[in-house]
């Protein structure tokens, strides 16, 4: 396959996953503390490396097209958090049997830190105090253990989603 078709398909694919994340979040937007996107993002750069940015700034793209861009503009930052540590993990030579609850406690420390991560840019666009935002980044910790045991939790099927798709792009090629 040239070089050009397998650029573009690849794009194809990684609008397609952002296009997922999208979904997967709008599903459980209704069910607070549950969403997907710690799972997406591990499996994602476990397989795609670098190019895992790829989807995660389409599904933040999206988000930005459906609630408005002025609230999505946290998410250029929050998700590097979880990204950097799989680019890191995903290093680690490990048996499955340890790597499994590894990714899920990395996963569950994305969703925990979600909030105070989000809340330097609230405080900025809302006006509040440094010690304001202390008190804003408390108040929602409730809702980031939420998010914490959901990723933890979803974080037992890392390693399934990232072989099925180390598999699929073996399969594509």
């Known amino acids: 396959m040239r070089s050009s078709t397998r650029r573009l398909r690849s794009l194809a694919v990684f609008a397609m996953l952002g296009a997922v994340m999208h979904a997967a979040q709008f599903a459980l937007q209704s069910v607070l503390g549950v969403q997907l996107m710690g799972l997406f993002i591990a499996a994602f750069t476990l397989v795609y ?3 895992a940015l790829i989807p995660i700034y389409v599904w933040v793209l999206l988000h930005g097209a459906f609630y408005g861009f002025m609230f999505s503009i946290p998410y250029l930052y929050i998700w590097l958090l ?3 540590l799989f680019m890191l993990a995903g290093k680690i030579k490990l048996p499955k049997k340890y790597l ?3 990714y899920m406690i990395l996963s569950a420390l994305g969703g925990l830190t979600f909030g105070a991560l989000y809340a330097p ?4 666009t809302t006006g509040l105090s440094f010690k304001q935002m202390l008190l804003w980044i408390a108040a929602g910790f409730g809702t980031d253990i939420g998010y914490a045991i959901s990723n933890f939790a979803f974080g037992v099927l890392i390693i399934p989603l ?3 798709l180390k598999k699929l792009e073996k399969d594509r090629y």
């Open 121 to 124: 840019f609230w405080a900025i």
């Open 82 to 84: 979880p990204w950097g």
């Open 100 to 102: 499994t609850p590894l």
């Open 49 to 51: 490396r670098t190019r």
């Open 162 to 164: 990232s072989e099925l």
